[in-house]
């Protein structure tokens, strides 16, 4: 199995890799290791049949040339001296001169180049790794990772069984050009055995645009008992009083997930705190934005917790937030893993208005549905759980049931009959 990421909270992975190893499979799971992280080792045993191994995230090109500027610096001189005294090796010589101040330029401004480079390394690395492995199947979690499968699977003397696991809409999703991600994907699917879509409206918009129906396993949580797990003490941690409600957004901090919105809520939010759990790209940019809201006192930021520990945290919440815009269709299909783990936590949740998550909501009548781009919208539906305090029970109640109907105990089955129609 191939992952474009480090392996440190894919909770998807992570149960998929689990289910496959508890029912006998041999599973190897290839992930990145970021160059000089001493916090995750290159190989991991999780069980005796589950094991990671890690790539280093970088290029041996510029590695090289960084470890070796000086000697680049040093060939630079040489070669003005040689410019100067052999006058009939000039034109070879400018060239080769010429080509070392580009290869400097590439280490100061060319950071597309750079990335290029790095993730070409990091694919050719991962290719060779996954090669040398005697498999039956290859895995891939998303696109990223698809073409090394594909070379591993079918560019063999004797091909192997190749699964795509499209955990996002790759042709319709923030930072994505779809227009040249779509014949990417079209041609790359010609080589894949079984493609996995994490809800039914993700499949039906694949069958329109490829023609096909891909198979569905669901992104649920998996199945515990939240009255298992000790307290975190949040109000603890961020020193406020025990009889504050927390108000929770769990998970990771990006745009489009309309986590703005919520500092811009508070404003009309009678009370609580609003608390952040985890890391991302915008984080910076909320810290700012929660800084300068009158608000700024309610509102606070936690670091990633891992994945165990979690639930700790989940449990101490009054609320959950789950509310994406509708800035792509990879937004408006998702069925995310914290709604299933606000649901595993016991507590309501606060939820966008988009067709899987809302069809949860409603059906098991654990929480509101809103329009994730209003702030008041949000805010009237947490006032009206504060002020129904028999509004906000019944929809707590209801979530030991809905736990049972949604969770990877029961949904990892439609994963292990995948594989064993894989092997028949």
């Given at each position: 199995?191939?992952?474009?990421?480090?392996?440190?909270?894919?909770?998807?992975?992570?149960?998929?890799?689990?289910?496959?190893?508890?029912?006998?499979?041999?599973?190897?799971?290839?992930?990145?290791k970021?160059?000089?992280?001493?916090?995750?080792?290159?190989?991991?045993?999780?069980?005796?049949?589950?094991?990671?191994?890690?790539?280093l995230k970088?290029?041996?090109?510029?590695k090289?040339?960084?470890?070796?500027?000086?000697?680049?610096?040093?060939?630079?001189?040489?070669?003005?001296?040689?410019?100067?005294?052999?006058?009939?090796?000039?034109?070879?010589?400018?060239?080769?001169?010429?080509?070392?101040?580009?290869?400097?330029?590439?280490?100061?401004?060319?950071k597309?180049?750079?990335?290029?480079?790095?993730?070409?390394?990091?694919?050719?690395?991962?290719?060779?790794?996954?090669?040398?492995?005697?498999?039956?199947?290859?895995?891939?979690?998303?696109?990223?990772?698809?073409?090394?499968?594909i070379?591993?699977?079918?560019?063999?003397?004797?091909?192997?069984?190749?699964?795509y696991?499209?955990?996002?809409?790759?042709?319709?999703?923030?930072?994505?050009n779809?227009?040249?991600?779509?014949?990417?994907?079209?041609?790359?699917?010609?080589?894949?055995?079984?493609?996995?879509?994490?809800?039914?409206?993700?499949?039906q918009?694949?069958?329109?645009?490829?023609?096909?129906?891909?198979?569905?396993?669901?992104?649920?949580?998996?199945?515990?008992?939240?009255?298992n797990?000790?307290?975190?003490?949040?109000?603890?941690?961020?020193?406020?009083?025990?009889?504050?409600?927390?108000?929770?957004?769990?998970?990771?901090?990006?745009?489009?997930?309309?986590?703005?919105?919520?500092i811009?809520?508070?404003?009309?939010?009678?009370?609580?705190?609003?608390?952040?759990?985890?890391?991302?790209?915008?984080?910076?940019?909320?810290?700012?934005?929660?800084?300068?809201?009158?608000?700024?006192?309610?509102?606070?930021?936690i670091?990633?917790?891992?994945?165990?520990?979690?639930?700790?945290?989940?449990?101490?919440?009054?609320?959950?937030?789950?509310?994406?815009?509708?800035?792509?269709?990879?937004?408006?299909?998702?069925?995310?893993?914290?709604?299933?783990?606000?649901?595993?936590?016991?507590?309501?949740?606060?939820?966008?208005?988009?067709?899987?998550?809302?069809?949860?909501?409603?059906?098991?009548?654990?929480?509101?549905?809103?329009?994730?781009?209003?702030?008041?919208?949000?805010?009237?539906?947490?006032?009206?759980?504060i002020?129904?305090?028999?509004?906000?029970?019944?929809?707590?109640?209801?979530?030991?049931?809905?736990?049972?109907?949604?969770?990877w105990?029961?949904?990892?089955?439609?994963?292990?009959?995948?594989?064993?129609?894989?092997l028949?």
């Open positions: 199995m191939f992952v474009w990421n480090f392996y440190t909270n894919d909770a998807r992975v992570k149960r998929e890799c689990t289910a496959l190893s508890e029912a006998g499979y041999d599973v190897n799971l290839i992930a990145l970021k160059p000089k992280d001493k916090t995750v080792n290159n190989f991991q045993k999780i069980n005796e049949n589950f094991k990671v191994s890690r790539i970088q290029s041996f090109v510029l090289f040339l960084n470890e070796y500027k000086s000697l680049s610096i040093l060939t630079v001189i040489f070669i003005n001296f040689l410019l100067l005294t052999l006058s009939f090796l000039k034109k070879i010589i400018a060239l080769l001169f010429i080509f070392l101040i580009c290869l400097e330029i590439i280490l100061i401004i060319g597309k180049i750079r990335t290029f480079l790095i993730k070409l390394s990091t694919i050719i690395r991962m290719t060779l790794q996954g090669y040398k492995k005697n498999t039956t199947i290859f895995h891939a979690n998303d696109l990223n990772t698809l073409p090394q499968a070379i591993c699977a079918k560019f063999r003397f004797k091909k192997k069984k190749l699964v696991d499209s955990h996002e809409v790759q042709t319709d999703r923030t930072g994505y779809g227009k040249l991600v779509k014949p990417i994907e079209k041609f790359l699917l010609k080589f894949v055995d079984c493609m996995i879509v994490e809800n039914e409206t993700r499949a918009y694949n069958l329109e645009l490829y023609g096909f129906r891909p198979s569905v396993v669901h992104n649920y949580s998996e199945f515990y008992n939240i009255d797990f000790s307290n975190a003490n949040i109000h603890q941690i961020l020193d406020i009083d025990s009889k504050e409600k927390i108000l929770l957004y769990q998970g990771g901090i990006q745009k489009g997930r309309g986590l703005d919105k919520l811009e809520a508070m404003e009309f939010i009678k009370e609580g705190h609003l608390v952040f759990i985890g890391d991302g790209k915008e984080k910076n940019f909320l810290k700012k934005k929660a800084k300068n809201s009158k608000e700024k006192k309610r509102i606070h930021f670091d990633k917790i891992s994945l165990d520990k979690l639930p700790s945290y989940t449990k101490e919440a009054f609320i959950g937030f789950q509310v994406l815009q509708n800035v792509c269709f990879n937004h408006y299909s998702a069925s995310s893993n914290k709604l299933f783990e606000y649901i595993m936590g016991g507590i309501p949740v606060i939820a966008c208005d988009f067709p899987e998550i809302s069809k949860v909501v409603r059906k098991n009548e654990i929480g509101i549905v809103i329009n994730s781009h209003d702030c008041k919208e949000i805010a009237n539906a947490v006032n009206k759980l002020d129904n305090n028999i509004l906000y029970q019944t929809f707590k109640n209801n979530t030991i049931h809905t736990r049972k109907l949604y969770n105990e029961k949904e990892k089955i439609n994963l292990l009959n995948l594989y064993s129609n894989l028949n």
